[in-house]
């Protein structure tokens, strides 16, 4: 997801609580680690700063970082912090802290980008594709619970934003039920697929990729499948000396579930299919021949 977004995951969260019970230093703490929590993961973008991690991007961010391993070792850090800035050292500060890191790895997990859930284990990338990177659903379920927080006096406001909170997991179990659901129907036509959703709920495109094609289709839950566009991809070519020269698309192929290699006269490379729009994908590496 954006930053953004995680933002309002965090702040949103911290509105669930009952706080009306809460000292003003666990009160500071509990909103530290909600919003630190579900940020803290993104931390990895610093090793854009050398040449190495600039190459690396593509594996390193969301990978270690985003790993459920490390989520705990993330929130034991973040109630340290608070007890060392706020004095307070109550459980529930872990326990935010781990459900905001949970909450950062697991919404990740469930866009084409992908996380490395299972990092230093498997360096298998997990891309369920079954929500876009910004999520209307997720900010109009967000504004409403504190547009209600704020304006109905008659429930506690964090009634409004646990009601929030149920919109957001109705919505996920809906969009990725629907994934599961192209999968079944369509994987078998492919030796390899990924789904993508659209920006509009319910909406998704899904790529098979079989015998040095892939095929784009849009699947939408009420006009059901239709062919977009058929890619060619020269999968007999040698790569080796495109990794050579191009470190970065030696990344992106292990990065991706699939690719499309581009062999012709002018250039020889790869891109992810799931990020291709009129005619390009802004995820490619080429050199020139």
């Given at each position: 997801?954006?930053?953004?977004?995680?933002?309002?995951?965090?702040?949103?969260?911290?509105?669930?609580?009952?706080?009306r019970?809460?000292?003003?230093?666990?009160?500071?703490?509990?909103?530290?680690?909600?919003?630190?929590?579900?940020?803290?993961?993104?931390?990895?973008?610093?090793?854009?700063?050398?040449?190495?991690?600039?190459?690396?991007?593509?594996?390193?961010?969301?990978?270690?970082?985003?790993?459920?391993?490390?989520?705990?070792?993330?929130?034991?850090?973040?109630?340290?912090?608070?007890?060392?800035?706020?004095?307070?050292?109550?459980?529930?500060?872990y326990?935010?802290?781990?459900?905001?890191v949970?909450?950062?790895?697991?919404?990740?997990?469930l866009?084409?980008?992908?996380?490395?859930?299972?990092?230093?284990?498997?360096?298998?990338?997990?891309?369920?594709?079954?929500?876009?990177?910004?999520?209307?659903v997720?900010?109009?379920?967000?504004?409403?619970?504190?547009l209600?927080?704020?304006f109905?006096?008659?429930?506690?406001?964090?009634?409004?934003?646990?009601?929030?909170?149920?919109?957001?997991?109705?919505?996920?179990?809906?969009?990725?039920?629907?994934?599961?659901?192209?999968?079944?129907?369509?994987g078998?036509?492919?030796?390899?697929?990924?789904?993508?959703?659209?920006?509009?709920?319910?909406?998704?495109?899904?790529?098979?990729?079989?015998?040095?094609k892939v095929?784009?289709?849009?699947?939408?839950?009420?006009?059901?499948?239709?062919?977009?566009?058929?890619?060619?991809?020269?999968?007999?070519?040698?790569?080796?000396?495109?990794?050579?020269?191009?470190?970065?698309?030696?990344?992106?192929?292990?990065?991706?579930?699939?690719?499309?290699?581009?062999?012709?006269?002018?250039?020889?490379?790869?891109?992810?299919?799931?990020?291709?729009?009129n005619?390009?994908?802004?995820?490619?590496?080429?050199?020139?021949?």
């Amino acid at each position: 997801m954006d930053t953004i977004t995680h933002a309002l995951f965090g702040l949103t969260l911290y509105g669930v609580i009952d706080k009306r019970a809460f000292q003003p230093e666990l009160k500071k703490s509990v909103l530290a680690a909600a919003i630190v929590g579900s940020q803290i993961p993104d931390i990895d973008v610093i090793s854009s700063l050398t040449e190495t991690g600039k190459i690396m991007s593509q594996m390193w961010h969301r990978g270690l970082t985003h790993s459920v391993f490390l989520a705990p070792v993330w929130a034991l850090l973040i109630w340290w912090l608070c007890r060392m800035l706020f004095k307070s050292k109550d459980a529930l500060i872990y326990k935010i802290s781990l459900v905001a890191v949970l909450i950062h790895i697991g919404t990740d997990a469930l866009n084409s980008w992908g996380t490395g859930l299972l990092e230093p284990f498997s360096s298998v990338r997990v891309s369920i594709g079954a929500i876009p990177i910004v999520d209307v659903v997720f900010w109009v379920a967000i504004l409403a619970g504190w547009l209600c927080a704020f304006f109905i006096k008659r429930w506690p406001s964090h009634y409004m934003l646990r009601a929030a909170w149920a919109v957001m997991a109705i919505h996920i179990l809906a969009q990725t039920a629907q994934v599961y659901a192209i999968h079944r129907e369509m994987g078998a036509q492919f030796e390899e697929m990924a789904v993508s959703a659209s920006f509009i709920p319910g909406q998704f495109q899904a790529f098979g990729k079989l015998q040095g094609k892939v095929e784009i289709f849009a699947v939408s839950l009420f006009s059901g499948v239709s062919h977009v566009e058929t890619l060619p991809s020269d999968d007999d070519a040698d790569l080796k000396l495109l990794f050579e020269k191009n470190p970065r698309a030696e990344v992106l192929y292990a990065w991706s579930p699939f690719v499309v290699v581009v062999n012709n006269e002018q250039v020889l490379g790869i891109y992810d299919p799931r990020f291709y729009r009129n005619g390009n994908s802004f995820l490619a590496e080429y050199i020139e021949k």
